[in-house]
């Protein structure tokens, strides 16, 4: 059994996961399999689902009648994992500035509701 495979990250192993639309069965069974010949080269899910958190905005409420999700949380969040991604090519001064707009603007939250409404409103 040749040992020298490299750990696959738990951010490539969820970028796995939502290419090939696995589901968590499908992975574990996988991780499984691969154990067995090669080693422990995939993260558990357990670490793939830390990762994914990382994904999710803030302040998102989910209930069976509808789903608010705050604009401003989804903005800052995305220029969050932006900025993680590429903060070599970003000078400091121009991520300031960006964070500081983004602080200035107003709340807003859209509401999904029975599957097909949407509101937005904002919070003063």
């Known amino acids: 059994m040749d040992q020298n495979h490299q750990k696959m990250t738990a951010e ?8 090939a639309n696995l589901t ?11 154990k067995l010949c090669c080693g422990l080269i995939l993260p558990s899910y357990a670490d793939v689902s ?12 989910v209930t069976s009648q509808k789903a608010e999700v705050p604009v401003n949380e989804l903005v800052k969040h995305t220029a969050r994992r932006i900025f993680a991604k590429e903060q070599k090519d970003l ?3 121009i991520k300031n500035d960006i964070t500081k707009q983004m602080e200035m603007t107003e709340p807003l939250t859209v509401v999904l509701s029975d599957g097909n409404a949407i ?3 904002m919070h003063c």
């Open 12 to 19: 490539e192993a969820l970028q796995l996961i939502i290419d």
């Open 50 to 61: 830390k990762e994914k958190k990382k994904c999710h905005p803030e302040g998102i409420l």
């Open 119 to 121: 509101s937005i409103s």
């Open 91 to 93: 000078n400091i001064e």
């Open 24 to 34: 968590v069965n499908q992975y574990l069974k996988i991780c499984a399999k691969i």
